[in-house]
C-alpha cells in the first residue's frame, strides 16, 4: 500500500522569503503521479503544482517548483517570494499512474502561515 | 465553464437522520470521487465512480455509507443514521479521465448533533 508523510505539522515564514515543505511517500509503483495541493481557510482544495513520475525535470508553476527525488521517494515544495495569500494548509498526494483507480493518498498536511 | 459544484455547503443532520450529500463533476468530467477530511487532519479517500459504475469503494466504510453516479444528474453520497463520527467534511473531485489532476469542488460540511 502507498503511504504519504509530510513530517512539518506547521511551518511559518516571513513575506518575500523562501519556504521549503517535506514530502516522502512509499510505494513499489514506478508509473505515478505527485501533487501539492493548497487549502486556504475557505477549505477549497487548489492544485498547485503535479509531477509524473517518468519525468525528471522538476515541476514549476510561477513561485513554486519542487524538488522530486525518485530514487530517495522525496517530494518538497519550495515556495519562493512568499506572500500572505499563500497562508494554507498545505498537502502532498500521490497517485498511481495505472490499474484503473484514480484515488488520491494524501498526506496529513502542513500548515504555513506567512507573516508581514 | 463551472467547476464541481457541491450541495448543500453545510449540512446538520440529528443522529439517525439520513444525509444525502450531491456533487455535480465539471462539464465533460465522467470521473467522480469522494473524499472526507476529519478536522485537523488529510483528506482520506472513500469511492470512485464513473457514470453509473463504482470502480473503487475501498474507502467507503462497510455499513451505512453510498454512493451513486446515474446516467442524469449529480452523483450522491448517501449516509443512514448518521453518528456523530460521521461529523467532517465531504469533498467530491472530478475529471476527464481515470488518470491526473482532480479538479475538487468546495465541500460539504456535515454537522451531526
Known amino acids: 500500500a502507498q503511504t504519504v508523510t509530510q513530517s512539518q505539522p506547521e511551518m511559518s515564514v516571513q513575506e518575500a522569503e523562501t519556504v521549503t515543505l517535506s514530502c516522502t511517500y512509499d510505494?513499489?509503483?514506478?508509473?505515478?503521479?505527485l501533487f501539492w495541493y493548497k487549502q486556504p481557510p475557505s477549505r477549497q482544495m487548489i492544485l498547485v503544482i503535479r509531477?509524473?513520475?517518468?519525468?525528471?525535470q522538476n515541476a514549476t508553476e510561477n513561485r513554486f517548483s519542487v524538488n522530486f527525488q525518485k530514487a530517495a521517494k522525496s517530494f518538497s515544495l519550495k515556495i519562493s517570494d512568499s506572500q500572505l495569500g499563500d497562508t494554507a494548509m498545505y498537502f502532498c498526494a500521490f497517485m498511481k499512474g495505472s490499474g484503473n483507480t484514480g484515488k488520491l493518498i494524501f498526506g496529513q498536511g502542513t500548515t504555513l502561515q506567512v507573516k508581514p | 465553464n463551472a467547476g464541481v459544484m457541491q450541495n448543500p455547503r453545510h449540512l446538520v443532520r440529528r443522529r439517525g437522520q439520513e444525509a444525502r450529500l450531491r456533487c455535480s463533476p465539471m462539464?465533460?468530467?465522467?470521473?467522480v470521487y469522494w473524499y472526507r477530511q476529519l478536522p485537523e487532519e488529510g483528506l482520506k479517500f472513500m469511492v470512485y465512480l464513473q457514470k453509473e459504475n463504482i470502480i473503487d469503494e475501498s474507502g467507503m466504510p462497510k455499513e451505512r455509507f453510498s454512493a451513486e453516479f446515474p446516467k442524469e444528474g449529480p452523483s450522491i453520497l448517501r449516509i443512514q443514521q448518521v453518528v456523530r463520527g460521521d461529523s467532517a467534511a465531504y469533498f467530491c473531485a472530478s475529471s476527464p479521465t481515470g488518470v491526473g489532476e482532480q479538479f475538487f469542488g468546495p465541500g460539504t460540511r456535515l454537522t451531526v448533533l
Open positions: 510505494t513499489s509503483e514506478n508509473n505515478y503521479y
Open positions: 462539464k465533460g468530467h465522467s470521473h
Open positions: 509531477q509524473e513520475a517518468y519525468k525528471q
